[in-house]
């Protein structure tokens, strides 16, 4: 191991301890108050002897992290690349819909878009909506939230194939 490798095994011995936290946390979720303790006993051991001896963990931390995880007040909400599929399908719809009363410029740009592309996976570029993701949580407006409109404006920005 050279010195580069010390902070990324420090980093993945964390990221175990907590992905253990975690899973301890939806276990007790669905049992009583004695099997939480075995629970919390025995993903104890897990961490301090398989992980990193010297990472402790106190029961405190294993109730705080539970009571936080379980709050009637916390909630969290969770957007995905599936809504960026869907969305990416309802704007290819929009863009590429006209009829005969629409004006002339619209149908020109529909007709042209559905000349070259026989769906949305040929105007966004599906591999880039994980990266637009990240990047849409990483960058938003916790005053304003994240709603369609931000995906809309995400898939716009970072995802479109066709020009």
Aim: charge should be negative; include cysteine.
């Amino acid at each position: 191991m050279n010195d580069y490798d010390a902070p990324y095994n420090e980093i993945q011995e964390e990221v175990k301890a907590i992905v253990t936290l975690e899973h301890t946390v939806y276990l007790c979720r669905q049992e009583s108050d004695k099997k939480c303790e075995d629970i919390f006993s025995e993903a104890r051991e897990i961490i301090e002897e398989e992980i990193n001896p010297e990472y402790e963990i106190t029961n405190i931390e294993f109730v705080d992290r539970f009571k936080i995880n379980n709050s009637p007040y916390r909630k969290a909400i969770w957007w995905s690349v599936e809504d960026f599929e869907y969305m990416a399908e309802q704007m290819f719809e929009t863009i590429t819909y006209y009829d005969e009363s629409s004006p002339k410029s619209v149908q020109e740009r529909a007709k042209k878009i559905l000349s070259t592309c026989k769906d949305w996976k040929d105007y966004y570029d599906r591999s880039e909506f994980e990266y637009a993701l990240d990047n849409m949580i990483a960058n938003h407006d916790a005053e304003y939230g994240i709603c369609w409109e931000t995906i809309k404006c995400y898939l716009n920005e970072m995802c479109l194939k066709y020009n």
